[in-house]
């Protein structure tokens, strides 16, 4: 292989480091120590002073620029080397889900690398959301699962997979905090929660990045969308969030702050207008948060197209307006678009944008690529196709997926016990999403492939074996069919049946990027398919699989049971047949609080009281008000006539097989110091028959602030499996500083004062205790 010499000087730099530091090969995971973590940090600081001496102005340039095929406007794979060769790309995105050229990562590496003026490797990122080949449930789903280690080792099968083709950076993990599902994007996120989300976020970034970047099987993590994303307004997608400062710090920012702590090395730009300011031209959130606050050394991408996007905001008036802004906000690298190879140098002859700017925008991204070790590393993982058909897909990778999904599933309702299925009984599967392939995948699956999906109708029949019946009616092709013909054949199924199982929801396309809805109950005819199937007086039993909360109106009480599952992959189909049949309890969790009805949104578990809020006591339901009765007689509460005050079922909630009891709360005391901790733990039985997983929550109330407090606030959690009859003690240690919060002054606080403390199975019961910081 021919190389230019300068890209000898550095490897030769870094090759005498590997001598010296654990720079691993493949698996050979093993985490340097911290001495050697700041050595090999020091040693790749005057790597890059020695690169940024070397290059060009042109060169520098290029490092910023993350290319896919589209921003050379013809899918030109001459004009797209020769770019490579002349060093004037950074990176690429998405490169195998590109019409052109599946397979460019090694040959376009191979030019960047030899013949490139200083060698300097290209890092390939891409949306690798829920899995590469093999996936996994929706980002919504897996946060369901309230199991870090799960997370993290999704996270872990996604870039070994991954990396085998030559990504070595995902655009994941998605820790907007989201209060909307109308929202198509809910899917992609962890939940309206901070500290779920931090918790989690800090498990997806650790399963990619590994605890040693430099394996070739570790893929830098990026957190989007910096920041507010999730806040568009009416949940439509790229609208404007208007987020107050000390919300935004409250709320909307921990979680990116906890994945940036955790070693996180990248951050990408949000679409949307952050009160009133495009996020990609924000200086407050780039420069401001992100480096001065946070001491950030990783580097900031722009989201696709999101530079030009400033035009149509009516921030930008141009593109070279465009560009002066998003460089100056701090973004490192442009996405897609190429306003700063067009635009930097004038800017920069104008002074609009200096050198040193350009130095440390390349510096960051230059960081990241030598922490990746992508110069000893540059090319795909797999040499050869047999090779990577030994990665991806293989069966310890597909059993954890299934391990994964059967944690995600959230029951919902279990009336008479109709769930689990027994076996030897004739079981009815109808409904659009029992044998979808693709469906049941969810979205952002630009790797997943449905023709290895395994489905819930096959699952069931093999569960069964001989033992009982699976008969089989869809009664509708896909959710939105509003075609009745195939009622007929349902209902002959359902009337055989021993018990009806209704398998329905969304499909992938309706939720994810651009894919919002204002309605979000059952699409197509399925509420009046599950009406009809209800009339049977057949036990009926529903499994949803949706991006989303769904409104679920009349068919909640028709059914007798209902669990959630998302969508939860590529093993979506034995994972619930071992959930439906009792193999497993279900043990998922929301990660957000579901919806009466879309009307009722935003609703969030962690709102403020109100001056008068409701109780089921000063709350009348509008089909319980008399005629012409006096203004004030139904009462004047927080609520809404019709869908009252609550969620349908809170944040926290999920049943299993079982009942669990909570008892005897104990505080180690009563008074808490600003520095100081507490143990709060209270038993946990198993009163039910069968074994099954409960996950206890610590939830506080600051009970008077100088700003006014959420009425309750998640500060831990504990998957707990317990045997029937058994009892546990769970213990959490709460901090002082778990209470801070912002005040008006954007200042984090402790202010001494009364608190509430409750272990809880969800953020609406639970033990009750109290303590005073002082
Ligand atoms: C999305 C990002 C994604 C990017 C690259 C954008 O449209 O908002 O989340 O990472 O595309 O595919």
């Not at 409701?614 to 709350?619: F, K, L």
């Not at 407090?709 to 213990?731: C, H, M, Q, W, Y």
């Given at each position: 292989?021919?190389?230019?010499?300068?890209?000898?000087?550095?490897?030769?730099?870094?090759?005498?480091?590997?001598?010296?530091?654990?720079?691993?090969a493949?698996?050979?995971?093993?985490?340097?120590t911290?001495?050697?973590?700041?050595?090999?940090?020091?040693?790749?600081?005057?790597?890059?002073?020695?690169?940024?001496?070397?290059?060009?102005?042109?060169?520098?340039?290029?490092?910023?620029?993350?290319?896919?095929?589209?921003?050379?406007?013809?899918?030109?794979?001459?004009?797209?080397?020769?770019?490579?060769?002349?060093?004037?790309?950074?990176?690429?995105l998405?490169?195998?889900?590109?019409?052109?050229?599946?397979?460019?990562?090694?040959?376009?590496?191979?030019?960047?690398?030899?013949?490139?003026?200083?060698?300097?490797?290209?890092?390939?990122g891409?949306?690798?959301?829920?899995?590469?080949?093999?996936?996994?449930?929706?980002?919504?789903?897996?946060?369901?699962?309230?199991?870090?280690?799960?997370?993290?080792?999704?996270?872990?099968?996604?870039?070994?997979?991954?990396s085998?083709d030559?990504?070595?950076?995902?655009?994941?993990?998605?820790?907007?905090?989201?209060?909307?599902?109308?929202?198509?994007?809910?899917?992609?996120?962890?939940?309206?929660?901070?500290?779920?989300?931090?918790?989690?976020?800090?498990?997806?970034?650790?399963?990619?990045?590994?605890?040693?970047?430099a394996?070739?099987?570790?893929?830098?993590?990026?957190?989007?969308?910096?920041?507010?994303?999730g806040?568009?307004?009416?949940?439509?997608?790229?609208?404007?969030?208007?987020?107050?400062?000390?919300?935004?710090?409250d709320?909307?920012?921990?979680?990116?702050?906890?994945?940036?702590?955790?070693?996180?090395?990248?951050?990408?730009?949000?679409?949307?207008?952050?009160?009133?300011?495009?996020?990609?031209?924000?200086?407050?959130?780039?420069?401001?948060?992100?480096?001065?606050?946070?001491g950030?050394?990783?580097?900031?991408?722009?989201?696709?197209?999101?530079?030009?996007?400033?035009?149509?905001?009516?921030?930008?008036?141009?593109?070279?307006?465009?560009?002066t802004?998003?460089?100056?906000?701090?973004i490192?690298?442009?996405?897609?678009?190429?306003?700063?190879?067009?635009?930097?140098?004038?800017?920069?002859?104008?002074?609009?944008?200096?050198?040193?700017?350009?130095?440390?925008?390349?510096?960051?991204?230059?960081?990241?690529?030598?922490?990746?070790?992508?110069?000893?590393?540059?090319?795909?993982?797999?040499?050869?196709?047999?090779?990577?058909d030994?990665?991806?897909?293989?069966?310890?990778?597909?059993?954890?997926?299934?391990?994964?999904?059967?944690?995600?599933?959230?029951?919902?309702?279990?009336?008479?016990?109709?769930?689990?299925?027994?076996?030897?009984?004739?079981?009815?599967?109808?409904?659009?999403?029992?044998?979808?392939?693709?469906?049941?995948?969810?979205?952002?699956?630009?790797?997943?492939?449905?023709?290895?999906?395994?489905?819930?109708?096959?699952?069931?029949?093999?569960?069964?074996?001989?033992?009982?019946?699976?008969?089989?009616?869809?009664?509708?092709?896909?959710?939105?069919?509003?075609?009745?013909?195939?009622?007929?054949a349902?209902?002959?199924?359902?009337?055989?049946?021993?018990?009806?199982?209704?398998?329905?929801?969304?499909?992938a396309?309706?939720?994810?990027?651009?894919?919002?809805?204002?309605?979000?109950?059952?699409?197509?005819?399925?509420?009046?398919?599950?009406?009809?199937?209800?009339?049977t007086?057949?036990?009926?039993?529903?499994?949803?699989?949706?991006g989303?909360?769904?409104?679920?109106?009349?068919?909640?009480?028709?059914?007798?049971?209902?669990?959630?599952?998302?969508?939860?992959?590529?093993?979506?189909?034995?994972?619930?047949?071992?959930?439906?049949?009792?193999?497993?309890?279900?043990?998922?969790?929301?990660?957000?609080?579901?919806?009466?009805?879309?009307?009722?949104?935003?609703?969030?578990?962690?709102?403020?009281?109100?001056?008068?809020?409701?109780?089921?006591?000063?709350?009348?339901?509008?089909?319980?008000?008399?005629?012409?009765v006096?203004?004030?007689?139904p009462?004047?509460?927080?609520?809404?006539?019709?869908?009252?005050?609550?969620?349908?079922?809170?944040?926290?909630?999920?049943?299993?097989?079982?009942?669990?009891?909570?008892?005897?709360?104990?505080?180690?005391?009563?008074?808490?110091?600003?520095?100081?901790?507490?143990?709060?733990?209270?038993?946990?039985?198993?009163?039910?028959?069968?074994?099954?997983?409960?996950t206890?929550?610590?939830y506080?109330r600051?009970?008077?602030?100088?700003?006014?407090?959420?009425?309750?606030?998640?500060?831990?959690?504990?998957?707990?499996?317990?045997?029937p009859?058994?009892?546990?003690?769970?213990?959490?240690?709460?901090?002082?500083?778990?209470?801070?919060?912002?005040?008006?002054?954007?200042?984090?606080?402790?202010?001494?004062?009364?608190?509430?403390?409750?272990?809880?199975?969800?953020?609406?019961?639970?033990?009750?205790?109290?303590?005073?910081?002082?």
């Amino acid at each position: 292989m021919k190389k230019h010499p300068l890209y000898v000087g550095v490897m030769a730099g870094l090759l005498s480091l590997a001598t010296t530091l654990p720079l691993q090969a493949a698996n050979e995971s093993v985490a340097p120590t911290a001495v050697a973590q700041s050595q090999q940090q020091d040693a790749i600081e005057s790597q890059i002073q020695q690169l940024l001496t070397q290059m060009s102005t042109q060169e520098k340039i290029g490092q910023l620029a993350l290319r896919d095929w589209g921003t050379f406007g013809a899918a030109d794979m001459k004009v797209i080397k020769q770019a490579v060769r002349e060093g004037r790309v950074g990176g690429f995105l998405n490169v195998n889900f590109s019409s052109v050229d599946q397979n460019a990562f090694e040959e376009l590496q191979r030019i960047a690398v030899e013949e490139s003026p200083l060698g300097v490797p290209l890092l390939f990122g891409q949306d690798v959301i829920h899995g590469y080949e093999t996936i996994f449930p929706i980002p919504l789903g897996q946060a369901a699962s309230w199991n870090p280690q799960l997370i993290k080792d999704g996270a872990r099968v996604a870039a070994q997979e991954a990396s085998a083709d030559g990504i070595r950076w995902t655009f994941a993990p998605m820790i907007d905090i989201s209060r909307d599902p109308r929202w198509g994007r809910i899917a992609e996120t962890l939940g309206e929660d901070p500290y779920l989300t931090s918790t989690l976020g800090v498990a997806m970034v650790e399963g990619f990045q590994s605890d040693n970047l430099a394996d070739p099987t570790s893929l830098a993590a990026c957190g989007k969308h910096f920041a507010g994303y999730g806040a568009a307004e009416g949940g439509r997608d790229y609208n404007s969030a208007y987020i107050p400062e000390r919300l935004l710090r409250d709320i909307y920012l921990p979680p990116f702050k906890a994945s940036i702590d955790a070693g996180m090395q990248s951050i990408m730009s949000t679409y949307s207008t952050l009160n009133d300011v495009p996020g990609t031209g924000s200086p407050f959130l780039f420069k401001q948060i992100l480096r001065d606050e946070w001491g950030f050394d990783g580097f900031v991408v722009s989201d696709w197209n999101a530079v030009m996007e400033m035009v149509p905001h009516g921030f930008a008036r141009d593109a070279k307006h465009a560009a002066t802004l998003a460089a100056n906000a701090g973004i490192d690298m442009e996405m897609h678009t190429d306003t700063y190879e067009k635009f930097l140098p004038q800017l920069m002859d104008e002074g609009k944008f200096s050198e040193a700017q350009l130095d440390t925008a390349v510096a960051n991204i230059l960081r990241v690529k030598l922490r990746l070790d992508l110069w000893n590393h540059p090319y795909p993982r797999a040499t050869s196709k047999a090779e990577r058909d030994q990665i991806i897909r293989n069966d310890q990778f597909l059993n954890t997926a299934k391990a994964a999904a059967k944690e995600t599933f959230v029951l919902l309702k279990n009336d008479n016990q109709v769930l689990p299925l027994k076996k030897g009984q004739s079981v009815a599967v109808i409904g659009p999403l029992a044998d979808a392939a693709h469906d049941q995948l969810g979205t952002w699956i630009y790797n997943g492939d449905k023709k290895y999906s395994h489905t819930l109708l096959p699952a069931l029949r093999d569960m069964v074996g001989d033992d009982g019946e699976i008969l089989f009616a869809a009664g509708l092709d896909y959710s939105r069919d509003i075609s009745t013909r195939g009622f007929r054949a349902a209902l002959k199924a359902a009337k055989k049946a021993d018990v009806i199982l209704f398998v329905g929801g969304e499909e992938a396309i309706l939720s994810g990027e651009g894919h919002s809805r204002g309605d979000i109950r059952l699409p197509g005819a399925q509420a009046e398919l599950v009406a009809e199937l209800a009339k049977t007086g057949k036990p009926l039993a529903m499994v949803l699989m949706a991006g989303r909360p769904l409104q679920l109106d009349q068919t909640l009480e028709q059914a007798d049971a209902v669990m959630m599952a998302w969508h939860p992959g590529t093993m979506a189909g034995p994972a619930l047949a071992d959930v439906l049949y009792g193999e497993t309890s279900p043990s998922g969790r929301l990660p957000l609080s579901w919806p009466v009805g879309a009307g009722q949104i935003p609703i969030y578990y962690n709102h403020l009281a109100t001056g008068r809020p409701a109780t089921d006591d000063n709350y009348t339901r509008i089909d319980k008000i008399g005629r012409e009765v006096f203004q004030h007689q139904p009462g004047n509460s927080s609520n809404q006539l019709d869908y009252g005050h609550k969620p349908q079922f809170p944040f926290g909630y999920g049943l299993t097989y079982s009942t669990f009891e909570y008892s005897n709360l104990v505080l180690s005391s009563r008074e808490l110091d600003g520095d100081g901790q507490l143990t709060i733990s209270a038993t946990l039985t198993n009163a039910g028959k069968v074994s099954a997983t409960e996950t206890a929550q610590l939830y506080v109330r600051d009970l008077v602030g100088s700003v006014s407090r959420p009425v309750r606030e998640l500060k831990g959690f504990e998957r707990i499996t317990l045997a029937p009859g058994e009892s546990r003690e769970v213990d959490f240690t709460l901090k002082a500083s778990q209470l801070a919060f912002h005040n008006a002054q954007m200042q984090p606080v402790i202010e001494p004062g009364e608190f509430r403390v409750w272990v809880a199975p969800d953020a609406e019961s639970g033990l009750e205790g109290g303590f005073t910081l002082r």
